[in-house]
């Protein structure tokens, strides 16, 4: 069974405005990972965030993490076209290598 | 420098015939996974290499599917007997280690099965 699930499941906003993405998961964690991918292929690394730490920063992806609700959620600002993909969180489960991975979110920016 | 790559990028097969997949990862990458995206779904986890270690075969879906990986490096994903269930997006990604690291993905491989 997935551990993360995403919400919503698909999000069309306008160019520049900031896109929200949640994802919840069942089990403690290692770290929870974000991930883009493009036309149903390839996946690209976005950010990781550890167990211990609450908010990490990378350009205009802004990632938090409360494991009290065992919940993530991502964060793009003045979103842009090339932001249309679909994000999958996944998380990594103590002690064990396995990525467990959600359903994705796709995220469709409106010129 | 060079991602992980995977060939073929599409392979239309009939049913019931053989397929490989092949994987090749970031050069120094000791980990590496095979996972299977059916359309509009989540990564469904296959299998794990890390280094000589034996590798976790716990998500492969049924004895038509196996792996290997020769020289810890390259990874080839065979299917038997290959159903329309196989249909999915085959994804390879390889890490520098295991449990907590970063995974870098290659396209993947389209496969149907007519």
């Known amino acids: 069974s997935q551990q993360g699930e995403e919400d919503p499941q698909a999000l069309s906003i306008q160019e520049g405005e900031n896109a929200t993405m949640n994802c919840s998961y069942k089990?403690?964690?290692?770290?929870l990972q974000w991930y883009r991918q493009n036309s149903g292929r390839g996946l690209v690394h976005l950010i990781l965030?550890?167990?211990n730490e609450r908010e990490k920063h990378s350009g205009r992806l802004r990632v938090t993490l409360d494991t009290s609700k065992k919940s993530s959620s991502l964060l793009i600002t003045a979103s842009q076209a090339a932001d249309t993909a679909s994000y999958f969180c996944?998380?990594?489960?103590?002690?064990?290598?396995?990525?467990?991975w959600g359903a994705g979110t796709k995220l469709i920016i409106k010129p | 420098g060079a991602g992980v790559s995977q060939s073929p990028s599409n392979k239309v097969t009939e049913k019931g015939k053989d397929v490989e997949l092949r994987c090749d990862p970031i050069s120094g990458h000791t980990a590496l996974y095979w996972y299977r995206q059916s359309l509009g779904q989540g990564l469904e986890f296959l299998i794990y290499f890390q280094g000589n270690s034996a590798p976790d075969k716990s998500g492969l879906p049924s004895d038509r599917f196996s792996a290997e990986r020769t020289g810890g490096s390259v990874s080839t994903l065979t299917i038997q007997r290959t159903q329309q269930e196989d249909s999915a997006v085959y994804l390879c990604a390889s890490s520098w280690v295991g449990n907590t690291d970063t995974q870098y993905f290659g396209p993947g491989t389209r496969l149907t099965v007519l």
């Open positions: 996944a998380t990594n489960m103590d002690s064990n290598y396995q990525l467990i």
């Open positions: 089990t403690s964690i290692n770290n």
């Open positions: 965030i550890r167990s």
